[in-house]
């Protein structure tokens, strides 16, 4: 397929350096273009899993089933601890009032633990979710592409 | 109220600041494509901050801290909701229906289920209605606003509002949008945090004048000085302590006039029109069914099971209902990728996260120093009025001011983003879908909520916000979840989850609205419905595809690949670049997506 695209310096590195003064040139000449005959990236997934996967072959609908799995578990798994920590609070402020009336340097703990307490939890429980579900699809691309 | 010149100078500048942006972006906008969906190069930080913009809405702006005056510490958890549907969204919805190509629920349902058009239209129909639900209270609030800081009727906000929106939507499109939505975010958490810290450091430092007595006290909160109320919207009012007061006009249905006395024992009926004047030192009245005293607001949990069963069913309405929002999921397609769509939902965790630090606390002060709101009812209005009653003088009003720019910024984000959204589903569904419908229908999608908001009676926007959420969460959240992860939904099955969960909430909505008007009140599952509504979706879309299993589409293998296999597989479908794109844009989109890795 012909294709054109800009020049940069990482494609530069696989096919002959290009001249560096290019980005200095004046404005009035249109830009240098490249032309490559096929993307060399595309080259680097593996074939065979690949159409394995695209024609739902048993073996490529057992691989995506369990990425789907894995994904769902940890999906659930996290959020059933944000569920679980912020939703035992209202029971626990029914059931122990004392609980309830505790204050930490003038201000009501209950206040701190609705009010301030949720936000980094849910912060960080995304930041958690979005590392591992990314670990998980590098470890899939990787086992495809290998 | 008096006319703060401050206040109209900051709605010219927010007013100006989205028009020039909105313009200033739009002129490189020309293809059907570029319009809708910004040529989807939307990077992920501007694209939070514009999801966050979009989502902040008047209930987050002025509700949270109105709920917070009346409520209290049981208040606490609709902020909590607002965000964690963000981390519900992320971890069940985002990356998956970003790969999908759907960039609407109706697309969603069509490409996934393979649906018929008349499914697709009864989607439709659900996306307008949870937008309509949710634009009324957002219009409503914007009157409040106006009616609050300018001498202006309350129609009058409303109207400036919709107006704007309507330019803004019908010349730029999305990127426009995107640009100002994201603009309107720093605009907002700005407008709400500098207020908390000024206001903070005066009540620290004890030079904001008299106040309405300790937080913590067993009684409710005093009138500071002697205060004049006057009811516009009739109210029923109850007090803790028989008292003592001036009233002019009509009390419990009798003309009244000088010296009236009200027990404990009953409510009050006050009809609008009447003038309440309370000396210093006088208990504060509150709206019948709000906490009356300060020490029980100060406490969560303080009204028992019934309390318990509300705050649930709350929780699963915000938790599950914002992965509904259709102007919330379109935005989502900006994103290049799945993996970006992803890193936007925990940019956008973190920055709601900063934004509901602030309402909290000045939904707290406005106890001590406006308590006169909960006679009225006006809560709403807490952040509005708060800086001029701490802060007597100029810098009363400039701070009243920002506060106002920074509301009249949240309805314009949040309008301009469902009346987009929606205008968008009537327009690819209900027209042919070319760029002069999508401006007829962002005409008529911002005219409707307007003539409601006008007409309806106003209720608190944190409520009327909270049942858009459980409609949403009751038919959208079931048909995303069980679409994205379970090969067994089917077109037959969905459709039947989505009328039972939305039938339920929708009764409830009815019953609700009659019991406002007749003056009843309804057991607290029928105003949080979700709690029932959302299991009942659940169930029965399960059931109904597991007994037309042979309605599966035949490719459902294949959708499920595209929407689960990483981004750099190259799976991924965008159905709409065949629709709109031309072949070199294709190619564009291409490489910028394995670009950005």
């Not at chain 2, 957002?138 to 919709?162: D, E, N, S």
């Not at chain 2, 992860?485 to 609205?513: H, K, N, S």
Request: hydrophobic fraction near 50%; include cysteine; proline fraction near 6%.
């Amino acid at each position: 397929m012909w294709r054109a695209k800009p020049a940069s310096l990482t494609d530069g590195a696989q096919s002959g350096k290009l001249p560096s003064a290019e980005q200095a040139d004046s404005p009035t000449k249109p830009k240098r273009q490249r032309v490559v005959l096929a993307d060399s990236r595309q080259q680097k997934t593996g074939i065979r899993p690949r159409v394995e996967l695209a024609q739902q072959t048993s073996w490529g609908e057992m691989l995506i089933k369990d990425l789907i799995g894995a994904q769902l578990r940890l999906g659930l798994a996290i959020g059933l601890v944000v569920l679980v920590l912020l939703g035992s609070l209202p029971v626990a402020f029914v059931a122990a009032p004392g609980f309830a009336e505790l204050t930490v340097v003038g201000i009501p703990l209950a206040w701190l633990l609705l009010g301030v307490v949720p936000f980094p939890l849910l912060f960080g429980a995304g930041l958690l979710y979005n590392r591992i579900a990314e670990r998980h699809e590098r470890a899939f691309v990787d086992m495809i592409e290998n | 109220m008096e006319l703060n010149a401050w206040a109209l100078v900051a709605v010219g500048v927010v007013g100006a600041a989205t028009f020039y942006l909105g313009q200033h972006s739009s002129r490189m906008a020309n293809s059907t494509h570029d319009f809708l969906l910004a040529r989807r190069a939307v990077r992920s930080q501007r694209n939070a901050a514009a999801i966050s913009g979009e989502y902040l809405s008047a209930a987050s702006f002025l509700g949270i801290a109105g709920v917070v005056l009346k409520d209290g510490a049981d208040a606490l958890w609709y902020p909590i909701g607002f965000a964690a549907g963000f981390l519900a969204l992320m971890l069940f919805v985002a990356a998956p229906l970003r790969r999908s190509g759907a960039y609407t629920l109706p697309d969603f349902m069509e490409g996934r289920l393979a649906a018929s058009r008349r499914i697709r239209g009864f989607a439709s129909f659900v996306v307008v209605l949870i937008g309509v639900l949710y634009l009324v209270p957002q219009l409503q609030g914007a009157g409040l606003a106006f009616a609050t800081v300018l001498p202006a009727p309350v129609w009058v906000g409303a109207t400036v509002v919709a107006l704007v929106v309507m330019v803004n939507v019908v010349a730029g499109g999305m990127r426009s949008i995107t640009v100002v939505q994201a603009f309107q975010y720093w605009l907002k958490l700005f407008a709400i945090s500098l207020p908390a810290f000024v206001l903070g450091a005066v009540f620290v430092s004890g030079s904001a004048g008299p106040h309405s007595g300790g937080l913590d006290a067993q009684a409710p909160p005093v009138f500071p000085e002697r205060t004049t109320v006057e009811i516009e919207t009739p109210v029923m009012l109850q007090v803790d302590e028989a008292t003592l007061l001036h009233a002019d006009g009509t009390v419990n249905g009798a003309p009244a006039e000088g010296e009236v006395f009200w027990s404990s024992e009953v409510s009050h009926e006050v009809d609008a029109g009447t003038t309440l004047r309370f000396d210093a030192g006088t208990p504060v009245p509150s709206v019948e069914g709000s906490v009356p005293d300060n020490a029980s607001w100060l406490v969560p949990g303080s009204d028992g099971a019934g309390g318990l069963v509300g705050t649930y069913s709350l929780m699963i309405a915000l938790f599950l209902g914002t992965m509904g929002l259709p102007h919330i999921l379109v935005r989502f397609y900006t994103n290049p990728d799945g993996k970006a769509a992803r890193r936007t939902t925990v940019h956008v965790l973190l920055l709601l996260g900063l934004f509901y630090l602030f309402p909290t606390m000045l939904g707290a002060l406005s106890r001590l120093y406006v308590p006169e709101l909960l006679v009225t009812g006006e809560t709403d209005a807490a952040v509005l009025l708060l800086p001029s009653a701490m802060l007597p003088g100029v810098a009363g009003q400039v701070l009243a001011a920002v506060i106002f720019a920074g509301a009249f910024a949240a309805f314009l984000a949040a309008c301009s983003g469902l009346v987009f959204s929606v205008a968008g589903v009537v327009a690819t569904d209900l027209l042919p879908g070319s760029v002069r419908d999508f401006r007829v229908a962002s005409v008529i999608t911002a005219v409707i909520p307007l003539v409601l908001a006008v007409v309806l009676r106003p209720t608190d926007l944190s409520l009327s916000i909270g049942l858009a959420f459980a409609l949403a969460a009751s038919t959208f959240c079931p048909l995303l979840v069980l679409g994205i992860w379970w090969r067994g939904l089917t077109a037959r099955g969905a459709l039947l989850g989505m009328l039972a969960g939305g039938g339920l909430v929708l009764i409830a909505f009815g019953l609700t609205l009659a019991a406002g008007y007749t003056g009843g009140s309804v057991p607290v599952l029928v105003q949080r419905p979700a709690l029932v509504s959302v299991p009942v979706a659940f169930l029965v879309m399960i059931i109904a595809s597991k007994a037309t299993q042979r309605a599966v589409p035949p490719g459902v293998g294949a959708l499920m690949l595209g929407m689960h296999a990483p981004d750099p597989l190259g799976f991924v479908q965008d159905r709409e670049i065949p629709r709109f794109g031309r072949a070199e844009e294709r190619l564009r989109f291409s490489k910028r997506r394995h670009e950005e890795r």
